[in-house]
């Protein structure tokens, strides 16, 4: 859930900083690079991460891990909700434009989408955390609240 929020947050605020004339499907190709070339960053830096931890090394000492095909096989396989995130704000915004709407309208559609998607996820995981009440409600809220701040950037912007 968490990489999932973090993928929607970056959608969005490729979203946010799309020029009001780029065409709908150069956006949809840029969030989705662009998330991937985060994805890729993260697994690489989780790699290292492995290979650098300490194997019961002394205080003065350094030892590294080996990592396996299997080290590497779960590493890359872990993280796609980061990208997986992006493919139902691409799909809004595609849609947008094949219903007739001009780009700037698909991407303004799929920001808004990506506001209530945020809600929706940041309630979810609070669920998922054990968050009932108004704890829950506070961290839906802060998700909520990320993407407005990236509608505001982009009004700002725009």
Known sequence: MPAGIY??????????????????????????VTLLVYWLAERYAEVLGLASSPDHAGPFEQRTHRVTAAHLRHVMGSGWAMIQASVTPVIVMLVGRLL??????????????????????????????????????LAAGFATLLGLVVVVLKASLH
């Open 100 to 137: 007739g709407g001009d780009s700037e309208m698909a991407v303004n559609i799929a920001l808004w989408y990506t506001v209530a998607l945020l809600a929706m996820l940041g309630w979810l995981a609070a669920t998922r955390a054990g968050l009932a009440g108004w704890p829950r409600a």
């Open 7 to 32: 993928g929607t947050i970056i959608c969005a605020s490729i979203l946010g900083a799309a020029s009001p004339d780029t065409p709908a499907l150069r956006v949809a190709v840029s969030v989705l």
